[in-house]
């Protein structure tokens, strides 16, 4: 199998879900799959063995930070991020496109590009599209992400409708300035809740051709069930045979449910994030390890899981170790929370495959899991 080529393996026949397999300069990836996030080339807590180790195959870094810091010559001359971390794994990066427009009292876009300043000295920075492209070459990740704007939500339909030009825009000029044939740039569909500006920006996209599509413009504020009901049209829309990444979101029914409508690959901070707050993922939902009721509990934090943390420590324990701060606490919810989601996709896969997987989501939208999330 070439390069960027995305091998559709089955579909389940009850809903949209797929099972694939996308090739890359440095393995294959199965889907539908979650990506744990590495900001600044270090998912929190986590060593890359162990990662891999919980079922990890991807870990997302993000552009702007390590542009920042430590800054991507230094990345490059270690031979790139994977060399860089010591992962074996494939790596994306996002363009960091989002980040740099939350900068909202100190950005200025204009077709051109974008001018921003750095969130750790002030340091103005210029960014056109092909800078974008030959700093994400030079991170050297297995795919990439064109430079987009991101609009906010709410927002007034001709501004989501400028952002869906320059975007459309900008992933020309991302896909002209590509120097690496061993990298795979993904374009990034925008248009926020508006149906016809998603069609719209499909419809630039596909004619530049990508290997794979970004769905952003999401987890930005809007009301869940209007992303789910405007998820399933960008699905339809979207090429069958290139691989559909709904970026930012982990919410484990929310990548369920847009697994069903044909989404196959997912990012988020949320499992670190929550981990490092002392709350958990589980079969009975969220659970705050600062509550009082787990101070004498023994038993394992979610006995329906198969993780290293369930199989070792008691929920008493977990909760001495959040209350008192240490970042052991942290690590082992972290661990836990990465594989209640890395394990969640993997049996979302077998489903597919085996052709169940509405039954499977119909399960989990029953279970008391679901209704926490």
Sequence with gaps: MRIGEFELITTDPDTAARRGVLHTAHGEIHTPLFMPVGTRATVKGMLPSRLRELGAQTILSNTYHLFLRPGTDI???????????????????????????????????????????????????????????????????????????????????????????????????????????????????????????????????????????????????????????????????LPSDQPRYLMGVGNPTTILRAVALGVDMFDCVLPTRTARLGTAFSSEGRLNLRNARFARDTGPLDPECACPTCATYPRSYLRHLVTTKEMLGAILLTEHNLFY?????????????????????????????????
């Design 75 to 237: 990345i490059e001359e270690a031979g790139g991020l994977r060399s860089f971390m010591g992962w074996d794994g494939t790596v994306l990066t996002d363009s960091g496109g989002f980040q740099v427009f939350s900068l909202a009292d100190t950005v200025k876009v204009t077709d051109d590009g974008v001018a921003f300043n750095s969130i750790l000295d002030g340091a103005k920075h210029f960014w056109t599209p092909e800078d974008n492209v030959a700093i994400q070459e030079q991170l050297g990740a297995d795919i990439f992400m064109q430079l987009d704007q991101c609009p906010p939500y709410p927002a007034e339909k001709e501004t989501v409708a400028t952002a869906v030009r320059r975007s459309a825009q900008w992933a020309r000029r991302c896909a002209d300035a590509r120097k690496r044939e061993d990298q795979l740039l993904f374009g990034i569909v925008q248009g926020g809740v508006f149906a016809d500006l998603r069609a719209e920006s499909i419809e630039r996209l596909v004619e530049v051709g990508f290997p794979g599509y970004g769905i952003g413009g999401y987890s930005v504020g809007e009301p869940h069930e209007m992303m789910l009901e405007s998820l399933e049209p960008v699905c339809g829309l």
């Design 341 to 373: 989601l890395l394990d969640l996709t993997r049996r979302a896969r077998e489903a597919i495959e085996e052709h169940r997987y509405a039954d499977f989501l119909a399960r989990w939208l029953n279970s008391p899991a679901a209704a926490d999330y």
